[in-house]
T-cell receptor, first 113, second 114 residues
Framework: DTAVSQTPKYLVTQMGNDKSIKCEQNLGHDTMYWYKQDSKKFLKIMFSYNNKELIINETVPNRFSPKSPDKAHLNLHINSLELGDSAVYFC????????????FGSGTRLTVV | KQEVTQIPAALSVPEGENLVLNCSFTDSAIYNLQWFRQDPGKGLTSLLLIQSSQREQTSGRLNASLDKSSGRSTLYIAASQPGDSATYLCAVPVGGGGADGLTFGKGTHLIIQP
């Protein structure tokens, strides 16, 4: 199936740990994103990568480090996890410059205890 | 800075009613506008993508309209069903449709009563 897939779906971890979330898209899109959905369900962009190059880095703590090994993958590594990092993280992709829509993954629910 | 507002924040109606969800945006220089649906604990499902040159798009019982000059879009749902219960999100690209991501509204939480 063509899609944006992210793993894991659920992640429960203790404060201070380091964790990664992986994302892959097979839509042939050149741009991938990470979004955070907070407890009030508001979606906000964190990072954008176009052809493996960082385009957007919103006001996100530098404990969050995205890595794009190729156009089809964008991973999110989080160091020294804090309680406030608990949220749902969504990966998305789009094709730039063509007015196409965005396709989202199913989300990773991160709970820091 | 683009801001997207959705009204109402929540809506509960009996099954079978036609309903309209509203979305407004502050910067009318948008490339397109996308409506999504989010079920509880799930990801975002794209419903309709309407380009800036279009006035409306239809998919089944859903119809989205776009008035760029006034900064408004509406999502019309005909003959609502309990399965339509979800949060509906409106989003517009930041910038010229490049790699800058989407700005989202806070959503309309819709409940269709059987």
């Amino acid at each position: 199936d063509t899609a944006v897939s992210q793993t894991p779906k659920y992640l429960v971890t203790q404060m201070g740990n380091d964790k990664s979330i992986k994302c892959e898209q097979n839509l042939g899109h050149d741009t991938m994103y990470w979004y955070k959905q907070d407890s009030k369900k508001f979606l906000k962009i964190m990072f954008s990568y176009n052809n493996k190059e960082l385009i957007i880095n919103e006001t996100v703590p530098n404990r969050f480090s995205p890595k794009s090994p190729d156009k089809a993958h964008l991973n999110l590594h989080i160091n020294s996890l804090e309680l406030g990092d608990s949220a749902v993280y969504f990966c998305a992709s789009s094709q730039s410059g063509q007015g196409g829509g965005y396709t989202f993954g199913s989300g990773t629910r991160l709970t820091v205890v | 800075k683009q801001e997207v507002t959705q009204i109402p924040a929540a809506l509960s109606v009996p099954e079978g009613e036609n309903l309209v969800l509203n979305c407004s945006f502050t910067d009318s220089a948008i490339y397109n506008l996308q409506w999504f649906r989010q079920d509880p604990g799930k990801g975002l499902t794209s419903l309709l993508l309407i380009q800036s040159s279009q006035r409306e798009q239809t998919s089944g019982r859903l119809n989205a309209s776009l008035d760029k000059s006034s900064g408004r879009s509406t999502l019309y749902i005909a003959a609502s069903q309990p399965g339509d219960s979800a949060t509906y999100l409106c989003a517009v690209p930041v910038g010229g449709g490049g790699a800058d991501g989407l700005t989202f509204g806070k959503g309309t939480h819709l409940i269709i009563q059987p």
